[in-house]
């Protein structure tokens, strides 16, 4: 077995709603070899692995799985059973998986629901090295796979803070997405957008965090403010921290000015050997160091979000307690196998560490790791209560007394922080303040782990609170979102809606396929009709509204760039890419764009064609049935029998009736757009640019806008202002020259019927096929286009898609010239060439419609052949029958 390689898919895709990682897996020569097939690799791969009995798979059960074995199964499923096994329980992925045949030979696509992305990927590439071991009777070593998995998983998993917020989020239905390898994570979309990396968002001051790092400067805004803190000196040199020490007097805090999680802390220094090694420690962080006074009693962190108190817990360093028996080393030992602990974050709890630190606090309690502590005698390792270093935390939220309270709402408000943790040294927080007790620091970012996983006490949802300040009244963070897919006519609707919804005054981020529009400005070219053009957009903190073309490739490559749409257009699903990513039907297609209609909330609705039955039969998908949808059809056909049905049952509709589009709605009609004010529709003679209105007047609807706004709007959007490259009319010497991007067998039958309309002339066309298609495909685009016009050039794409140069050309000039014996056609490759062709033999009053591949040379090439742009064609002079029929 050889891997070919691994793709991440963060959003719902073709195989689940969930994050996932693809592997392709080449089988070589095991491809036709089945599990049954390797005499006794099914008895060691379950005596390894025995959770693998409780798989249900396909069969729905318990033992599901083994019986798939024992009947023989592909070993590609093998791997991935053993992917999820590994790595469910450890955190790295889910219960789902699904092995797919690729369109490679012998290869297979493995989906594994993925939760930590470098994990599942490490999972994967070992399961296929286990399997393969297995196979061999080779000894394969599971439980270093699950080490490794686990420290993948501890490494680059969220951290505990920010996954606890982004799990509230997640409940609350407010999207999520990781922008880094570490905690930066964006919630919400477009001008909704909030950033939070572990317990700071991007609503934080960055004046109050700095204040929050130089701890002198923060006792001395909150001394000024009348709240009690310790009285200390900053200092710089070991000199300056023994001169701070005999004037304060033992016992003092020596600590880093700008210090975190307890690192270089030490507290209850009571000599001045003790604050000198005290003073090089706290060095380690910082040059500059804080001596301080000792608040007494016990320690406490309060957490205030939003100015008010969510959550307190009482504090206690890290410590053992000694049974007469075991040595303290021993006993750190056994009290690290709690299985709350870890290291670092990953754990409520973290590992006591037996380090420098420890063995000085040992010292001073006149211990050492191997000695003996009496029975019951509690023995520190720390100084300080920090969970970074081994402390446990005891919630105390409903003890404090409302003196406390309040002075800690108050110290975070003189600060800044909106997310604050305070230091507070009490003897009992539900006493009223007494002397020597107050704040003791403020901490910006501050570590939630104890308060949602305490030690003893009630866990507090700090989270939610977070999420609830973020994004207050309930909200979900979300903006309006239309996504749009189809075979033909999706740029143009895309193109449509962003225009109907900017003209309401609304700032706009629109993908499509010749770039990503931001607000009318475009600030990237090229195909952004997948997930990462569609994740700029909804990154972008001045979008009201996202309108997203939503095409095939990037749905099967990289999945959807969002969660949920408001709207979801379904244009019309046509024979196209079949021979692509495993495509064979139209059924196939219609799986893959049907994933938008899948996608759409309840509550919100689908745009569908009602005059294409491949679009309606979306409505008895049981995922899209799933969802409480408004459905709005669109259609050529008034009378269509779909849209009668609908409009009978109460639903909306948008039709063409006597030169208008109609908006059925209440049984009542109401005329929206009069057609021959469509600029784009050449007097209704591109009926599938009506078709595309309709679309884009529903979709618009949705949203919320007026009738009167859509038809001021409709009136203003032309074809050479705001749908580049789709319908664009160019006058040439006495002729015209037509450039459209029609590509499959349907767009290429609309754009001939289109330039039927205007009788009399001949019509010659320019097409070029993508390689990458099926014959069949190819041959049936090139019959439709020997039926549409009265003359070809067979041009080729720069780019053949893996055939050789001529290949596709030679196969659509064949198929023409069977089709129509007698049709005037020949081969041109170049592009432009092809253009100037047709240009130099053109008749007057001629139409050449050219169906393009690169946009900008071939509108070059019209600026030096002179063409100006113009909205329709010049009536004949006399009626003329079509010429060259």
Known sequence: MKLLRMRTLDGPNVFTYKPVVIMTLDLEELDGCESRDVPGFNERLLALLPGLHEHGCSKGYPGGFSERLREGTWFGHVVEHTAIEIGQPLGATGNYGRTVRAPQPRCFEIAVQSHVHPATRYLLEEAVTGVAALMRG???????????????????????????????????????????????????????????????????????????????????????????????????????????????????????????????????????????????????????????????????????????????????????????????????????????????????????????????????????????????????????????????????????????????????????????????????????????????????????????????????????????????????????????????????????????????????????????????????????????????????????????????????RSGLGYDWADVGVITNIQLDHVGQDGIETLEDIAHIKGLVAERVRSGGTLVLNAEDPHVMRLLENPRVAAHEHEVRLFALDPHHCQVRAHVSAGGIAYVARDGWVVEYADRSETPVVEISTLPIAFGGAAAFQVANAMAAIAASRACGLPLEQIAAALSQFGAHAHNQGRGNLYQVGAGYVLLDYGHNPAAITAVGRMAANWAGRRLTGVIGLPGDRADSVLEEAAAVAAEAFHRIIVREDQDARGRARGDVAGLVYRAISRHVPSRDCRVVLDEVSALRAAVDTMMPGEMVIVFYDDLAAVSQALSELGAVAVSGVTPLNRAAEPVGA
Request: hydrophobic letters at 40%; one cysteine or more; a neutral charge.
């Open 138 to 556: 080779e000894h394969w070593d599971v439980d270093a796979v699950r080490a490794r998995t686990a420290d993948l998983v501890a490494e680059t998993g969220l951290g505990p803070s920010t996954r606890a917020i982004v799990e509230a989020a997640t409940q609350r239905g407010i999207p999520y997405a990781r922008l880094n390898d570490e905690s930066l994570v964006q919630l919400g979309y477009g001008r909704r957008r909030r950033l939070i990396q572990s317990a700071m968002a991007d609503t934080s001051s960055a004046i109050a965090v700095e204040i929050a790092q130089d701890k002198a400067l923060t006792k001395d805004l909150l001394a000024r403010a009348f709240i009690p803190v310790p009285a200390g000196q900053t200092v710089s040199t070991v000199e300056d921290a023994l001169a701070a020490f005999d004037q304060m007097g033992e016992p003092v805090v020596v600590k880093p000015l700008d210090g975190n999680q307890g690192k270089g802390v030490a507290v209850g220094m009571r000599t001045a050997d003790e604050v000198a090694a005290a003073f090089r420690e706290s060095q380690r962080y910082s040059p500059r160091v804080i001596v301080e006074q000792i608040f007494t009693g016990q320690d406490y962190r309060l957490l205030i979000v939003g100015g008010r108190l969510v959550a307190a817990s009482r504090r206690a360093p890290p410590n053992v307690v000694g049974d007469g028996r075991r040595t303290v080393a021993a006993l750190v030992e056994a009290a690290n196998q709690d299985p709350r602990r870890g290291v670092g974050h990953e754990k409520p709890l973290t590992r006591m560490r037996l380090d420098e630190i420890a063995r000085a606090c040992l010292a001073a309690q006149g211990l050492e790791p191997d000695a003996v502590p009496a029975p019951g005698l509690t023995v520190l390792l720390r100084d300080n209560a920090n969970l970074s270093t081994g402390g446990t935390a005891t919630d105390v939220t409903d003890r404090v007394h409302p003196e406390i309270r309040a002075l800690c709402e108050r110290a975070a408000r003189v600060v800044g922080l909106d997310i604050c943790g305070v230091d507070f040294m009490a003897t009992d927080i539900s006493e009223p303040l007494a002397p020597r007790s107050g704040i003791v620091e403020l901490n910006a970012a501050p570590g939630i782990r104890m308060h949602l996983h305490p030690s003893d006490g009630v866990p507090r949802d700090v989270g939610g609170a977070i999420v609830d300040m973020l994004f207050p009244d309930h909200g979900t963070g979300r903006i309006p979102l239309v996504a749009i897919t189809g075979t033909n006519g999706k740029t143009t609707v895309t193109r449509m809606v962003a225009h109907l919804l900017g003209f309401t005054g609304l700032h706009v981020g629109m993908a499509t396929t010749d770039g990503v529009w931001m607000n009318g400005r475009r600030i990237a070219r090229g195909d952004m009709t997948g997930p990462r053009s569609a994740q700029v957009v909804l990154s972008d903190p001045a979008i009201d509204v996202a309108v997203l073309e939503t095409a095939r490739g990037g749905i099967v």
